[in-house]
Structures are given as C-alpha cells and as structure tokens.
C-alpha cells in the first residue's frame, strides 16, 4: 500500500490534490492530509511515506522548511517531494529543484499535471492502477 501525504493549509486545496490523485488512478493509495510543514514531518518521523506533496506557504512551518528538513536527513532525503505552487517563477522552481524538489506544480492543479509529474517520479505508484 501506497501512503501520499498532501500538506496546505487550505482545505480546498488538499481535497483537488487529493481528487486528481483518484482521478488518474491512484485509488488504492493511503492518502494522509495535514496543514502545515510540522505536522507533516511529525508523520514522517513516525511513518514510511511514499510521496510528499506539499505547499510552500503555510502557518507553523513552510513547505520550503519542511522540504530542507527532509533532504537534510539520510533517512529521508529519498523521498519523492512534488511543489504546487502558486508562486511559479523560473527562478523559484529552481531553487526548489536546488533543495531536492523532484517536480514543480503550478496552481490550478489538474489531473493532467498530477500525472505528468507522477510519471517523471514515481511511475510504481502507477502501476498498481
């Protein structure tokens, strides 16, 4: 089984994430929501997770934070991270892929960029479709 965590500190946010996730065929998966940076990494210290998908701008603790968290530590830095963001900008995506960012997803995300960026990352998540 296949956990994805979606972190934003929007609600409507997390449910299109987690809707185009379904969408594309990822039904199977474990999906786990939370909304902000320290909350997520709380899980990921206490569970294997598969893929993280997160915001950048969010209470408590940023996506950027929480990002260089994760990749600073050798147990973790393995994990597939996926940006989306509203804040696209070339030079903002390539700070993000400096960090470690697997794919950069520009706001309104869709089914289709979902998708595309799962394919570059982590095609066995597609597989079990």
Same mark, same amino acid.
């Given at each position: ?33 939370? %909304?902000?940076?320290?909350?997520? =990494?709380?899980?990921?210290?206490? !569970?294997? *997770?598969?893929?993280? #998908?997160?915001?950048?701008? $969010? ?31 070339? %030079?903002?995506?390539?700070?993000? =892929?400096?960090?470690?960012?697997? !794919?950069? *997803?520009?706001?309104? #995300?869709?089914?289709?960029? $979902? ?15």
């Amino acid at each position: 089984m296949n956990k994805i965590l979606i972190v934003d500190d929007s609600t409507t946010a997390r449910m299109v994430i987690k809707r185009c996730l379904k969408i594309i065929g990822l039904t199977d998966a474990t999906v786990i929501e939370v %909304a902000h940076g320290q909350e997520a =990494l709380d899980i990921i210290k206490e !569970q294997q *997770v598969d893929l993280l #998908v997160t915001d950048l701008n $969010m209470p408590v603790m940023s996506g950027e934070t929480l990002i260089s968290r994760i990749k600073a530590n050798p147990k973790l830095n393995e994990m597939p991270v996926i940006v989306v963001t509203c804040a696209g900008n070339p %030079a903002k995506e390539a700070q993000l =892929l400096g960090l470690g960012v697997n !794919q950069v *997803v520009n706001k309104p #995300v869709s089914a289709e960029l $979902m998708l595309t960026a799962l394919e570059g990352i982590c095609p066995e998540l597609l597989i079990t479709m």
